[in-house]
């Protein structure tokens, strides 16, 4: 599946990415690495392999699906799959079945529950609790006045749901001064459960990741930026 053009053009892309990264990560500190999650929904299997070819490991999808096509035809690469959607009842069994390496969006302890029925005991799936951090309503996630109580209540009731941390999508809104509060209430939960174990803090996507790593984002889900 080798295309030159394709390749090139993707690498550039990334590479202007990867150095703004850079340049927002080590404001925060040089210790503070940032992983890139490839969203890949508006890209087809071309592009994932172009991205794979330059070191890209990690990509998320949201929708069960398309994760199935695409983890399927790319089966025979190690690639690291995300599920960044929105998760409904009818499809937790699919999802599932394709074992993806993190759910990133649980967006309720109800959510956590229908997961955590459709698993056997003994096996673990990986996921984030998604918070509504910019308080939309039509946004999804556990409102951030009890993100820390689901969180902390999912991994005690729940435990083949392995917490690793919070994802966020953030405020749609040009104000920086609100994006900026939206990622910080995230990051303030991310600090409590961090002592239960958090180590990922999901915070960004193409318009807004400087902002998100500024405010503690460890993890940054880039989809329009790469592959447009
Ligand atoms: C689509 C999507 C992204 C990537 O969005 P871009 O703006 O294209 O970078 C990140 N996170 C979630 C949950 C998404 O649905």
Not at 22 to 30: D, G, I, P, T
Not at 66 to 95: A, C, M, R, V, Y
Request: aromatic share 4%; with cysteine.
């Amino acid at each position: 599946m080798a295309n030159i053009n394709l390749d090139l053009e993707i690498r550039n892309k990334l590479d202007s990415v990867i150095e703004r990264i850079e340049k927002a990560r080590k404001l925060v500190s040089h210790h503070h690495i940032v992983k890139i999650v490839a969203v890949t929904k508006y890209s087809d299997v071309n592009i994932i392999n172009s991205l794979y070819n330059i070191g890209q490991r990690a990509f998320g999808e949201n929708r069960v699906q398309d994760l199935e096509e695409k983890s399927n035809i790319l089966i025979n690469l190690p690639i690291e799959w995300h599920f960044i959607g929105t998760i409904q009842t009818n499809k937790i069994n699919k999802l599932l079945a394709l074992k993806p390496d993190l759910i990133q969006s649980i967006d309720s302890y109800e959510t956590a529950e229908a997961i955590s029925k459709r698993l056997k005991d003994g096996e673990k799936i990986s996921a984030l609790l998604q918070i509504n951090g910019g308080r939309e309503i039509q946004k999804s996630g556990v409102e951030p006045e009890i993100g820390i109580e689901t969180y902390l209540k999912i991994g005690e009731q729940l435990k083949n749901i392995n917490l690793k941390g919070v994802m966020t999508i953030g405020s749609h809104t040009d104000e920086v001064i609100e994006i900026s509060k939206s990622f910080r209430d995230v990051r303030r939960i991310f600090e409590v459960v961090q002592k239960n174990g958090a180590s990922i803090c999901s915070m960004g996507m193409s318009g807004d990741f400087e902002i998100a790593i500024a405010e503690g984002s460890n993890m940054v889900r880039l989809g329009s930026i790469i592959v447009k």
